[in-house]
């Protein structure tokens, strides 16, 4: 087997394996096993609800989720949002520029610069649409034309984000969606949506419709 071969059958078995990503093409320490649970929910379920905290990782998983999605889905799509184009560009695209730039196997990708480029970019080939965008939650609007079979939305500090903006995701018709925020307020989708998942293990939804 060539390096070639070597690699495709590598990037087949991360396919559903986030953490073997991770550890075997980004050569990073390994997740810790709460963003093992997350990662592996993102693999499973249509969407995956995380209430998180100060300094648990949140970044760093979204650091390895981001390449991993569009290196084991040809011609994917991801979608970042946050509350901040600045949060994105100094925070969460900080840590997915230093995932591909010490990555053990070079993953080709381009990376915007500039914390407040709009949006970020993290692209395999920006030609064919095959990349990530950034978008703050006040601009997310500009990627309603954004559609893509393979399409991943991830959600920044999910618990500030208003619900029109969930609704203007939803219609971007994503087959995966992962939020992930602190517990700042006691309503809204974001707490709408954990509860939803309750009721769906209960009824037993099928996890590629289900929340978890």
């Not at 064919?128 to 978008?135: I, V």
């Not at 939650?137 to 399409?151: C, I, P």
Request: charged share 20%; net charge positive.
């Amino acid at each position: 087997m060539n390096e070639r071969e070597r690699l495709i059958s590598l990037l087949a078995r991360c396919h559903d394996d986030p953490d073997l990503f991770n550890s075997a093409v980004l050569g990073r320490p390994p997740l810790w096993w709460r963003q093992r649970e997350v990662a592996e929910s993102v693999c499973r379920y249509g969407q995956t609800m995380c209430y998180s905290g100060n300094s648990t990782g949140k970044d760093y998983l979204i650091g390895c989720i981001v390449p991993w999605w569009l290196s084991t889905r040809a011609n994917s799509l991801v979608i970042v949002t946050g509350p901040s184009q600045t949060l994105l560009g100094s925070v969460t695209w900080k840590e997915i520029r230093n995932a591909v730039a010490g990555a053990v196997i070079p993953l080709g990708m381009t990376l915007s610069n500039g914390v407040k480029t709009s949006p970020q970019i993290c692209a395999v080939d920006a030609g064919r649409g095959w990349q990530a965008l950034g978008y703050s939650t006040t601009s997310v609007e500009r990627a309603s034309g954004q559609h893509n079979r393979k399409l991943l939305v991830i959600v920044e500090e999910a618990s500030g984000v208003v619900d029109p903006i969930w609704y203007a995701l939803d219609s971007l018709k994503y087959v995966r969606l992962l939020a992930i925020g602190n517990p700042l307020r006691p309503d809204g989708e974001f707490v709408r949506r954990i509860r939803l998942a309750a009721e769906d293990a209960r009824n037993g939804v099928p996890m590629i419709e289900a929340i978890n």
